[in-house]
């Protein structure tokens, strides 16, 4: 049995997402995007709104959400800033690996102060040296009695300045390789936790992305999370349940664009056949819309295959794939649409275009993602 409908409470909170989003978000973007500025007070709203620990579940203080409702939240944030809403979900995605892997004692004990405020958490997994290949990361950590002592610097971190607390990936025993990675906890007043300078992106401006660095930070052994050197299986989770998320952000940029491109071309005064009146122009649209209407359908399914208990690697592969590799084609189609208008900064539709792009790099690039999915198929 295949329904495509929403329930009633998955419609009302795609609406109080949309309204929360038009209302409160679209009209900071400019300035927050122009100004790199990370704006606590849209955070704090969110979370009053009960929409920034979604995720988390109930008996941790969370909303007890799953991953289909994240898309439609992450759609509609996302439309209205990229920069805003990869923050936002950057909480979620930093909790994850606790989520995942973490004892219930550690939820219990970490969880519901975190969400019982405006706080939000850092995933700490990339490195100068290591980006898509995970598995050379240099970030070491060593057992001293009833501690574990982290070294190293974690680069392009979502919310890298702003969190109070971060999933670290680190080499416990270097001579395993990927299989001697384990993944702690760090709180942000841990001794020894500093933040390099802030990344001047080309899009998603208003993310605070920043060096991580790890110099002598010293964690109770119960921070670890999972069993033995279980940190390569607990980030490939985690990036498994996050795709389809990262997936409809890059669905709502792109609405949001074709969105622009069918308003400019109706209020434009009728002529016959010529400039945006024409076939050409007016396919273009019809291209964008499949592709937007395609690309929501795969993250949705990847969404409910994990939130019913199924594997998903290789339909969240193609769903970060499909929704970031047209949401570029889209946005770049919605400024070539408005022609000049679209190229100048008083619009929204350049932003769009730049903010595309880094979906098609974050969460593994998306020749990465094609590595995963052809595993997948021929193992
Ligand atoms: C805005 C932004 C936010 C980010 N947020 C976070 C975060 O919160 N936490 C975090 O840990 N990281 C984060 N990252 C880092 C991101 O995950 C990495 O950039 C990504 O994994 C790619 O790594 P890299 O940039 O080092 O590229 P590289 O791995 O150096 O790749 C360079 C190029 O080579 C290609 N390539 C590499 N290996 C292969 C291969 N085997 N086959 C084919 N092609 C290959 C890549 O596709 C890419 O085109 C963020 C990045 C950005 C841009």
């Known amino acids: 049995m295949i329904d495509f ?6 419609e009302v909170l795609r609406d109080l997402a949309r309204d929360f989003a ?11 995007e122009r100004e790199q500025l990370h704006s606590e007070e849209v955070v704090e709203k969110c979370y009053r709104l009960g929409l920034l620990h979604y995720g988390v579940p109930k ?15 992450a759609e509609e944030l996302a439309a209205a800033c990229a920069g805003v809403e990869v923050g936002l979900y950057g909480n979620i995605l930093g909790l994850l690996p606790l989520l995942i892997a973490g004892s219930p004692e550690l939820k219990h004990e970490l969880l519901p102060r975190h969400c019982s405020g405006s706080n939000v958490a850092a995933l700490c997994l990339t490195e100068a040296e290591a980006g898509s290949d995970v598995r050379s990361i240099r970030t070491r ?3 001293v009695a009833d501690q574990y002592i982290i070294e190293g610097t974690k680069r392009f971190i979502t919310n890298g300045g702003v969190a109070s607390l971060y999933s670290v990936f680190a080499q416990e025993q270097r001579e395993l390789g990927y299989k001697g990675i384990s993944a702690f906890i760090v709180p942000r007043d841990t001794p020894g936790l500093s933040f390099g300078k802030r990344e001047d992106k080309m899009g998603q401006r208003s993310t605070d992305t920043r060096e991580v660095i790890f110099e002598e930070v010293r964690i109770p052994s ?25 997936g409809a952000q890059a669905v709502g940029i ?20 010529a400039g945006v009146a024409s076939q050409g122009i007016h396919f273009m649209l019809a291209d964008m819309a499949i592709k ?34 047209i949401a570029v084609e889209v946005t770049t189609d919605a400024v070539q649409v408005l022609g000049w208008p679209g190229y100048m900064k008083d619009r929204p539709v350049e932003r769009y275009m730049r903010d595309a792009k880094a979906h098609q790099i974050f969460e593994g690039t ?14």
Request: glycine share 10%; net charge positive.
């Open 22 to 32: 038009q209302k409160e978000i679209v009209p900071l973007a400019p300035q927050l």
């Open 222 to 246: 119960r921070f670890r999370l999972g069993e033995g050197h279980d940190g390569f299986n607990i980030a490939m989770k985690t990036l498994d349940a996050s795709r389809p998320v990262v």
């Open 254 to 273: 792109a609405r949001a664009a074709f969105e622009a491109a069918v308003a400019y071309v109706k209020q434009q005064v009728p002529s016959d056949g």
């Open 5 to 10: 409908s929403l329930s009633p409470e998955q």
């Open 59 to 73: 008996e941790y203080g969370g909303g007890g959400l799953g991953s289909l409702e994240g898309c439609l939240l």
């Open 292 to 325: 937007v209407e395609a690309a929501r359908l795969v993250c949705w399914h990847a969404a409910w295959l994990g939130d019913h208990g199924h594997r998903n690697t290789k339909e969240s592969a193609i769903a970060k794939c499909f929704a970031s590799d």
């Open 141 to 143: 950590v060593r057992r």
């Open 366 to 379: 998306n020749q990465i993602q094609r590595l995963v999915i052809a595993r997948q198929l021929v193992r």
